[in-house]
């Protein structure tokens, strides 16, 4: 008795999805690169290897029988889950390369990503930067941008992915001329009575809150004469005398420790925003958001600050 003839049921899985595909032997054997014959072969190997037929066939037509549409359905979803697979791990293999558009608020572009995307770009040289900073909540897909950062204490629903990357501590300060003139705020409700810089883009711009000591939450509403989209204009604002800034540390520490400017309220700390990176869904992420995803994951992790 001779031996059932090899299969490679592989190969055959591809030719009978061609030939669905297609409509006819030729046009899949043309797809595929082989001859009608070796086509044909295939298929009736793999109804030998079944022991059932999958196509009923005539002269110029054929026609999937019930066994071959069940099994063609299920094949299919078996060469869809193989070809990602396929993508996944090409994708993931691949080097970071072409123009990675990111968006950034415009203090946090200018001051704290600037200081680290150098290094960023020096470890992946294919790769160009396009970075836009705004103080605005632009639309990714619309926009075009590949990734955005976002400071903020809690996340609209979106269909976009979010990664968390740390938090962002809050300083409230002001400089020794604005303190000397006015003193200094002992309590979070003495800061009514102050000239407050207002960040407009914040969730509540007016609305100041606030940790006690004994661990419950104390709100103010603040006032004062400059209101402004971006916390730069609010810094040079701060350290010119005009009032009390209430900003993200990366924003302010250094002009605290230098003593331009001084850390108010340390006994009643604000809640921190959380820092994090925003991206648009698709089934294989680009290599090159992946790589700057990750490059930003570990530079910011265990820092106090971000």
Request: glycine letters at 6%.
């Amino acid at each position: 008795m001779s031996e059932p003839a090899r299969i490679d049921q592989l190969a055959a899985l591809r030719a009978l999805r061609r030939v669905v595909e297609l409509g006819s032997f030729t046009a899949a054997a043309e797809a595929l690169g082989l001859s009608h014959t070796a086509v044909s072969r295939q298929i009736k190997q793999l109804e030998a290897h079944l022991g059932a037929q999958l196509l009923n066939r005539t002269t110029r037509r054929f026609a999937l029988t019930d066994a071959g549409k069940q099994y063609y359905e299920a094949s299919r979803q078996i060469l869809d889950a193989l070809d990602d697979a396929d993508r996944a791990v090409t994708a993931q293999q691949a080097r970071p390369s072409g123009t990675l558009r990111i968006n950034a608020p415009m203090a946090f572009g200018t001051l704290e990503l600037a200081a680290w995307l150098s290094a960023f770009m020096a470890q992946y040289p294919e790769l160009t930067v396009d970075l836009v900073c705004n103080d605005r909540i632009v639309d990714l897909i619309e926009d075009s941008f590949d990734v955005a950062l976002r400071l903020t204490r809690g996340l609209p629903d979106s269909t976009l992915i979010a990664r968390r990357l740390a938090d962002s501590p809050l300083l409230l300060a002001a400089s020794p001329a604005y303190l000397k003139q006015h003193g200094a705020p002992r309590t979070p409700a003495e800061l009514a009575r102050h000239n407050c810089l207002v960040y407009t883009q914040a969730q509540h711009p007016r609305i100041w809150t606030f940790r006690s000591p004994g661990g419950g939450e104390e709100s103010v509403n603040v006032q004062g004469n400059l209101q402004a989209n971006t916390s730069v204009a609010l810094r040079a604002a701060a350290l010119a005398g005009l009032g009390i800034i209430s900003a993200a540390s990366f924003i302010v520490h250094e002009d605290v420790q230098r003593g331009a400017l001084t850390a108010l309220l340390p006994d009643y700390p604000q809640r921190p925003r959380e820092l994090y990176a925003r991206y648009p869904q698709s089934r294989h992420q680009s290599p090159k958001v992946r790589a700057f995803i990750d490059f930003a994951t570990a530079h910011y992790r265990g820092r106090g600050w971000a």
